[in-house]
Structure formats: C-alpha cells, structure tokens
C-alpha cells in the first residue's frame, strides 16, 4: 500500500498547475544541472515527479545512455507524466509507483537523486531525506529545490495577495495564509531555511543558489496563489472568517485583473551536494 498524505491530491487544477510549474522552473533546473556536472549515462531519479517535474531536464541530461526512473505515489500524475514523456518521445524515462515514505527502489542505485517541492507540502523532511540518501550510490548527488516565499510579490502591490514589503512588521494577505495553511496540514511552508543544516547534518558539504523569476502582465503562473487557494478553500475557511476570505479573494481577482500589474515569484531554492564515495 502507498500513502497518499499530499494536502494538493485529488484536485483536476493540480496536473495542470504542476506542468505549468514544471515549465516555468526547467531553464533554473537546467542551470542547476550545468552547475552539477556532465550526467550522459548517469542512473537518475525525479522522486514525486508529479506530472512532468524534471522528466524532460533529466532525460536531456543524462542521453540516450543513460536512465530516468520518474516515481509518485498518486497514479493520476504517472498517468498525466507518462502521456508527457510519450508525447516528448522522451525513451530514457521509466515511471514507477513508489512512495517515499515507504520506497521500494534498489538503494544505492542513483548518481543523481533529485526532489522539488516535496518537503513543503509532505512535511516530514528527516524520513525524505533518509529516503534520498539510500537510494544514492556513493559520491552520487543528491539535489533539492523548495520554495522561500519571501519575495513573493506583485507591482504595482496587491495587498489582498501579499502586503507591500516594507510596510509595517505583520506581512499579510492571500499568500501569507496560504503558508498558514500549508502548516497545519502538515507540511513545513518553511523547509527553504534549513536546507544547508539538513545537508550538513547528513555529512554532505551543500552548495546552494536561488532564483527569482519576474512574470510579465497575464503571465498565468501570476495566478498560483488563486489556484492554490481553491485546492485549500476548506482549510482556508477553517483558518479565517468565510466572508473575510471571500472579501480577500475577490480583491485579489481584481488586482490580478489589471493589465499592467506583473509580479515576482517565491525564490526557488537549490541545494545539493555529493553523498562521500
Ligand atoms: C508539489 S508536487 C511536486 C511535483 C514535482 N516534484 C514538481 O516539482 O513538479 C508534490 C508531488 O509529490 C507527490 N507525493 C505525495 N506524497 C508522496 C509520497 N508519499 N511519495 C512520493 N510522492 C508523493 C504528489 O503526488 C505530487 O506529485
């Protein structure tokens, strides 16, 4: 049996959020690889690759000599992921069922174990990392990217999204309570912080970098916030008053309405190092 404990699961609009992520993060991705090193005929894992993840990047990566296992615990994204790597005719990347917690997956196997947003929202950092460490052959690389939401903003402001940076110590709006809800169910909104410490602690020297994307006027990654709070409306509402948040929530459709309002992104934070050979 695979535990499914991801807060997002279930929702249609979660497919199509996490390939829209996917390919909005794949050129920080293939800068990161850059950075890691040549992977042609490397043995690699994408653990919980959602609908897409890093299938492309990684298959890319390691060439038609080498291997991209691709694993989720919930069948409707290695569904939607398998019809992506057939429609990318992508023959390198394998798809498996596996679940972190609990994976089946040969240890040691691995020259590069990756995971993006998968601490965030599961929240059980040391059991995941455990998972990654094993299933890395010695001097194999593991690399994590989570999300900081610090810099997540909009400009002109739209404080029903985010308050203005700057003003006043209580940051609050739509995003704010997003990662509210995020830590009540559980997950650690927070992860992005200790990423050094959690390498350090598993003996592994980390290397780190970050990125900040600016999305242009109708951008539709502009709408992330929305979309994640219609997949946690009931959380949401049990965190704050209904009407409060309907009030917020129409605010926000307006701000994000105006033709010349664009915005910056959380800060995807990349962390790796190599497991000692
Ligand atoms: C936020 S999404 C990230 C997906 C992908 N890594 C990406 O960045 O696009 C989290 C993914 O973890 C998967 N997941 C949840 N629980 C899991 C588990 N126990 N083992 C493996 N994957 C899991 C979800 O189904 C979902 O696809």
Redesign the pocket.
Known sequence: M?????L??GHDS?LAR??L??RV?EPAGRRLLDRIGDGQGAQVV?????????LRLLSEWVGPDGEVVG????ES?LAAAKTFVDDEGLPNVTLVT??????ELEPSSFDLV?????I???GRGPEQMATHLRLLRPGGTLAL?ELDSRSWTFLPPAPALVSPLGHGDKVDGLIPLLSEAFRKAGGDPDCATTQLEVFRDAGIEPHARAEVQALPPGHPYLRLPLVFATALDGLLRSLVDGDDLDRTLAQAERELADPGRWGLTFTLVQTWGQRQA
């Open positions: 695979t535990e499914n404990t991801y997002l699961a979660e996490l390939q992520q996917s993060w994408d653990v919980g690759c959602g609908s897409m993840g890093w694993t989720d615990v919930d994204m596996d679940d972190v917690f609990a994976s990756h995971a993006r947003f998968l965030g929202p599961l990217e």
